[in-house]
């Protein structure tokens, strides 16, 4: 499990050529950070402003965060059993079969898994929209920023996950519920960055 290793651990496996983890681990992993630094910019705005929303704000991002770690780990499983089910032998024509539906089944589950992380981003961003992120505290401005813009950044990683594997026929629909929530969320996420960019002053 992810939390349990410590970050130079798991930066090396991630560096390694091995398969896992990947790319949907690391955009998980990310936007976990990304709740970490906008839950951090709200419980210290909350001691100095009267706005009862940011300390449910911050828990809710506390849950997000949790589920995050959760898909982190997901996403190494799912994409361990799809370069499994490519490993299967293709020697006779059951066998060829039986490949193609494992592989298809696993790819699947490879792209329900970004997709989750996805819709996991779009939860916690929505979560610090609004009059929330204007009560922010200018001397951790910068932190929600920061929290913004990986918001952002692992959006669209796991976006690039559901892309790379939507191959098939199967994977469409995923794919295209995919496209309408970067859609949906790029508008929320750039009025959120100019919230954050005026109370840093940029
Ligand atoms: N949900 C999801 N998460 C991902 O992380 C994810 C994904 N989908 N879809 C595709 C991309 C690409 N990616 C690779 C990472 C390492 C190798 C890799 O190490 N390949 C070696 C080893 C192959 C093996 O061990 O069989 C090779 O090709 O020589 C390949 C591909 C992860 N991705």
Redesign the pocket.
């Known amino acids: 499990m992810i939390e349990q290793q410590p970050i130079k651990d798991f930066l090396d496996s991630l560096a390694?050529?091995?398969?896992?983890?990947?790319?949907?681990?690391?955009?998980a992993l990310s936007a976990a950070m990304s709740c970490s630094l906008m839950a951090m910019a709200l419980r210290v705005s909350q001691k100095k402003v009267q706005d009862p929303t940011m300390q449910e704000a911050a828990a809710k991002l506390d849950q997000i965060r949790s589920e995050l770690l959760n898909l982190a780990d997901k996403?190494?499983e799912?994409?361990e059993a799809?370069?499994s089910a490519?490993?299967l032998p293709k020697d006779t024509e059951s066998q060829k079969q039986e490949r193609k539906q494992a592989m298809t089944k696993a790819l699947i589950?490879?792209?329900q898994?970004?997709l989750n992380t996805m819709k996991a981003i779009e939860q916690a961003v929505k979560t610090v929209a609004g009059k929330t992120a204007e009560n922010v505290l200018p001397s951790v401005a910068s932190d929600l920023y920061s929290g913004i813009k990986l918001a952002q950044a692992a959006m669209q990683c796991a976006f690039?996950?559901?892309k790379?594997?939507s191959t098939k026929e199967e994977t469409q629909p995923l794919y295209e519920e995919a496209v309408d929530l970067l859609n949906n969320f790029e508008e929320i996420v750039t009025e959120l960055e100019q919230t954050a960019k005026s109370l840093l002053g940029m």
Not at 16 to 27: E, F, L, M, Q
């Open positions: 390694s050529d091995s398969p896992t983890p990947g790319g949907g681990t690391a955009a996403d190494a799912a994409f799809y370069m490519r490993r589950q490879a792209t898994v970004p690039a996950n559901v790379i594997n």
